[in-house]
């Protein structure tokens, strides 16, 4: 169709093949396999990715190699001989290497080497917006934060009284954009093309969100959250909602919700929602509002900016992919699905010939579950091995895992990892359950390494 955006190589192995070699190899080859080249093709691609492919014969058809997987994220209009480079973040205080996915809103996601540390440091924490950022508060101290609705007593407390009259706690977890993955589906899903860098994992300190809403008494009446922030909507329009999300009480009152004020033992900086945001841990990161504002307890599910239609829902029974959804089939996304990444070696890793052993390490999480154990295929998925997994600090801390792999021969090999939560799901080897928006995208995580 004339004017239509060529989202991913994926998208182009499946509809012109031909096409997608020539985007990869720089050349058109003569092959009627998609993705999978035997004979003079299978030259062409170890030329391509530099050496030979040492798991060949196990490559399934139509696998874009990891060496160019990632390299397709953006958009490119078809006249294009190859797929646009990232964009990388110039902003105060964070690391260079984000990758800017939206400029109006700011979004910026991290790589996954950059993930590496045991906590995430704030210079290097993605980035969602949904409208303007606001200006920074010039006195934190006094800033106001309102619980009303189906409460006993409305509050009106200042984040200095809000610190002074709670007990603070501190807890290490992920934060995790809703739309984390979603470059994984094809078709391509709309929004922000996000690989696996929506999330991080950092210390957060505040109050127990349970806390406050026991000190304005919850009536047996109140069902939900509802959450506002004074960020100020793209348009300008002070009447339109940015965003405004919520959670079931239930959520709300876990002891690990908080509402913060400080990201790794430092005030909370303006770009990631200071002084207060919420953080509500293993859902949608959506829900942990930031310049947080007024909660409002409701008596029934919220329905504001975000609630509603297909937003932050995925598909009860599934659609056919890049069909048109019935919203009477959508639940609210709740708990976020398991996820495993490989944070070392990065992505295109080149060793020194005769290496034998590749050692890897990486984080996996499971929104409110744990996960229990991980594992990595250096063979295309034909025999896996398991890893040695770490213990999470508290709930909702990612859980670090390390492993020391044997190489046969030099070579290209792809790693991937697979984790696997405590009620038995694992990360599937593409992700399915396409919905509209593209939630839930958690296939498993890969890397192209090139020995010699």
Partial sequence: MAGKQERSLEELYRDDPERADAVV???????????FLG??????????????????????AGLVPAAFAQEAKPATPPAAAEPKGPQHLRFPGKDESLVVLGEKPLVAETPEHLLDDETTPTAKFFIRNNGQVPEAAKDPGSWKLSVDGEVDSKLELTLAELQKRFQPKTYRMVLECGGNG?????????????????????????VALADVLKAAGLKSSAVYTAHYGTDVHLSG??????LSRGVPVAKANEPHSLIAWALNGEPLPNIHGGPLRLVIPGWPGSASHKWLSRIWVRDKEHDGQGMKSFSYRVAINPM???????????RILESMPVRSIISSPANGAKLAAGTRELRLRGAAWAGDLEVRRVDLSIDYGATWMPTELGAPKNRYDWQRWAAVVKLPSDGYFEVWSR?????GKSQPHVSGSWNPQGYGGNQMHRIAVLVG
């Avoid at 190899?25 to 993705?35: A, E, H, I, L, N």
């Avoid at 030329?47 to 060949?56: L, Q, S």
């Fill in 237 to 242: 329009d002070p009447a339109k909602e940015t």
């Fill in 419 to 423: 984790a696997t939560d405590s009620a």
């Fill in 25 to 35: 190899f720089g050349r058109r080859t003569d092959v009627s396999r998609r993705g």
């Fill in 182 to 206: 979603r470059s994984f589906f094809t078709p391509q899903a709309r929004g922000n093309q996000w690989t696996n860098g929506g999330a991080g994992c950092a210390e957060w300190t505040g």
């Fill in 39 to 60: 004979g003079a093709g299978l030259g062409a691609m170890t030329a391509a990715v530099g050496g030979t492919i040492v798991y060949g014969p196990s490559m399934p």
């Fill in 320 to 330: 056919v992919p890049g069909g048109k959804g019935d919203p009477a089939n959508f």
